[in-house]
T-cell receptor
Framework: DAGVIQSPRHEVTEMGQEVTLRCKPISGHNSLFWYRQTMMRGLELLIYFNNNVPIDDSGMPEDRFSAKMPNASFSTLKIQPSEPRDSAVYFC??????????????FGPGTRLTVT | RKEVEQDPGPFNVPEGATVAFNCTYSNSASQSFFWYRQDCRKEPKLLMSVYSSGNEDGRFTAQLNRASQYISLLIRDSKLSDSATYLCVVNRATDSGYSTLTFGKGTMLLVSP
């Protein structure tokens, strides 16, 4: 199994530009998570999908952030417009758990985003 | 009080030493507990689950104290390859009946020759 795949691995962009991060979860996993990690705040959950449906987006910082999961094998996280404070490592993770339980989450390698 | 609190470290220990990390969590309704390991500039990976009765996996021992809302990880006979950040992880139930994970900021371990 290829594991969780994320692209791009690195992204450098200028303030105000649109950024799209992509994720392919492990085949058969029904839950997908987007996290952001910074030194100051650690690993924060942004949004969580179960069976392609957004379940909890309370961690999405503001309207500039949006996420979609059009099918079981693909998800995007979009930032528009981007700001320097969005600079972080963005991880996607997938899990094969059931409602009400937490099982092992498998993380992708992350996208290191730098907004100048 | 933060949901999951850990000492950030770093813990500097020589090879062969025994080292222990602690973690406290605020949600008394949490049911699942884990330790994840994160190497520098890599993604987090599950190290071990933590069970109420305590559990051991080779050189690693995890303990849970529900009354004190406290989790620990003990590493015996430290190896250079144990150098990493160790994340304490606790589940959190959402209003919709689902469950997500809350990660601590991690404790950094540096094992030296």
């Amino acid at each position: 199994d290829a594991g969780v795949i994320q692209s791009p691995r690195h992204e450098v962009t200028e303030m105000g530009q649109e950024v799209t991060l992509r994720c392919k979860p492990i085949s058969g996993h029904n839950s997908l998570f987007w996290y952001r990690q910074t030194m100051m705040r650690g690993l924060e959950l942004l949004i969580y999908f179960n069976n392609n449906v957004p379940i909890d987006d309370s961690g999405m910082p503001e309207d500039r952030f949006s996420a979609k999961m059009p099918n079981a094998s693909f998800s995007t996280l979009k930032i528009q417009p981007s700001e320097p404070r969005d600079s972080a490592v963005y991880f996607c993770a997938s899990e094969s758990g059931l409602q009400g339980s937490s099982y092992e989450q498998y993380f992708g390698p992350g996208t290191r985003l730098t907004v100048t | 009080r933060k949901e999951v609190e850990q000492d950030p470290g770093p813990f500097n220990v020589p090879e062969g030493a025994t080292v222990a990390f602690n973690c406290t969590y605020s949600n008394s309704a949490s049911q699942s507990f884990f330790w994840y390991r994160q190497d520098c500039r890599k993604e987090p990976k599950l190290l071990m689950s933590v069970y109420s009765s305590g559990n051991e996996d080779g050189r690693f021992t995890a303990q849970l104290n529900r009354a004190s809302q406290y989790i620990s990880l003990l590493i015996r006979d430290s190896k250079l390859s144990d150098s990493a950040t160790y994340l304490c992880v606790v589940n959190r139930a959402t209003d919709s009946g689902y469950s997500t994970l809350t990660f601590g900021k991690g404790t950094m371990l540096l094992v030296s020759p």
